[in-house]
């Protein structure tokens, strides 16, 4: 997505090789209008594929997964981050490791959200390792829901994330592909030209 790439580009700051910050537009600021483009892409990558829901998980996936849920007219929810829970009757939960924070979160949803007659979109900001998404792909499989697929703002493909889920057997669309994040520039994955 060219916008988003350029927005990137312009705003984004590299932290090291392995993190990337857009707080301007994602991460603490949000572009409303961005939003609702990247929103609007996510319908279109998947459309026609019946989705009933779309979950995240918070904070910073909320904007975009709320713009996508605006697109297909169906609810949003976002997963919580708890530290650590005891055992409950009314929520799934699932242990997420973040590499970023280097701390493991619950990350739980309650059941009265899903069903398993849903078909789930998984929208995040980042895809890093993979963590997150397939968290949140396990806890729409406690639900006996169905992953319809996992949406990404930005990928970082020098990461083990993509691969992982695909290995795990979901589709996963991801709106920019980061290549690396060496020597302080953004490069991103530049796609055959058929
Ligand atoms: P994963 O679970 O795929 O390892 O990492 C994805 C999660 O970690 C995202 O939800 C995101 O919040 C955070 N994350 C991973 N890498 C980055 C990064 O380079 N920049 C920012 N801002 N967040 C990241």
Do not use: W
């Not at 993190?19 to 319908?43: C, I, T, Y």
């Amino acid at each position: 997505m060219k916008l988003l790439q350029d927005k990137v580009l312009n705003e984004g700051i590299v932290l090291s090789d392995q993190v990337l910050k857009v707080d301007s537009f994602l991460n603490h600021q949000m572009d409303p209008v961005l939003m609702k483009e990247v929103g609007r892409e996510f319908a279109r990558l998947f459309e026609g594929e019946g989705i009933t829901k779309v979950l995240t998980i918070e904070s910073s996936g909320i904007a975009p997964a709320i713009m996508a849920a605006l697109e297909f007219e169906v609810p949003m929810i976002f997963a919580r981050k708890q530290k650590s829970l005891t055992l409950r009757e009314d929520i799934y939960v699932e242990k997420v490791y973040s590499f970023t924070k280097q701390q493991s979160n619950d990350v739980t949803v309650s059941k009265k959200f899903l069903f398993p007659n849903d078909k789930v979109l998984i929208i995040d900001d980042f895809l890093a390792h993979g963590e997150a998404a397939l968290g949140l792909a396990k806890i729409v499989e406690q639900a006996g829901a169905q992953v319809a697929g996992i949406g990404i703002v930005i990928e970082k493909s020098f990461q083990s994330g993509a691969q992982r889920i695909k290995d795990a057997g979901y589709r996963v669309e991801s709106l920019v592909r980061v290549a690396s994040l060496s020597e302080g520039k953004v490069s991103f994955v530049t796609e055959a030209v058929h």
